[in-house]
């Protein structure tokens, strides 16, 4: 039977502690596939730790190095850093994750965070056209994109929300960090319609 978690670690100094806290956030970090919430870190560490510091002091430990902290949503993952990407690609075989999406597909994942929840009608009426099940289907097997609530409206539609992975890819921490959209239109990027 396995021993259970010895999160207050009195037998140590306190910054011996504080250390071996940071590695444990730092293990759990490297281990998870998805982002990792400050609840699920603090079961670590004990809730009466300041996790948000312990990410701090672990950031600044891994400055310099090849990886780094970075947040989305609610929770933390580490990351190669973005400087590094041409060396993974040219050593590992790492596919592209826009690499199946063509233009009208990023707007189309545009318009779904920046609608959601919307449904295939809602994208209909901002693109003027029918938007293609495959489409909907490549989104989604990047998780890009989820389904999202049933939509209300008679025979209740899913709706489609982007998830984590995407602000993960944009290298978003929440949706309030989308670019505006009349900057968008400004720059001559997006439509009024979008």
Do not use: C
Request: charged share 30%; proline share 5%; glycine share 6%.
């Amino acid at each position: 039977m396995a021993q259970p978690l010895d999160r207050a670690l009195e037998d140590l100094s306190p910054d011996l502690r504080w250390r071996e806290w940071m590695r444990r956030i730092e293990a759990v970090l490297f281990a998870s596939s998805r982002p990792v919430s400050r609840d699920d870190l603090a079961r670590v560490v004990g809730q009466d730790v300041s996790v948000d510091l312990l990410i701090e002091d672990l950031s600044a430990d891994l400055e310099g190095r090849a990886f780094e902290v970075a947040k989305a949503g609610d929770g933390w993952f580490l990351r190669t850093r973005p400087i590094y990407a041409p060396a993974i690609r040219a050593a590992a075989d790492v596919g592209d994750l826009f690499q199946d999406l063509n233009d009208f597909d990023i707007a189309v994942l545009a318009a779904i965070a920046y609608h959601q929840p919307v449904t295939r009608d809602g994208l209909k009426d901002i693109f003027g056209k029918e938007i293609n099940r495959d489409l909907i289907g490549r989104l989604h097997a990047q998780n890009l994109i989820a389904t999202g609530p049933r939509s209300p409206r008679r025979g209740a539609p899913y709706t489609f929300v982007t998830t984590e992975q995407f602000l993960v890819a944009f290298d978003l921490q929440s949706l309030r960090d989308l670019p505006d959209r009349e900057m968008l239109e400004d720059a001559g990027v997006g439509s009024g319609d979008a």
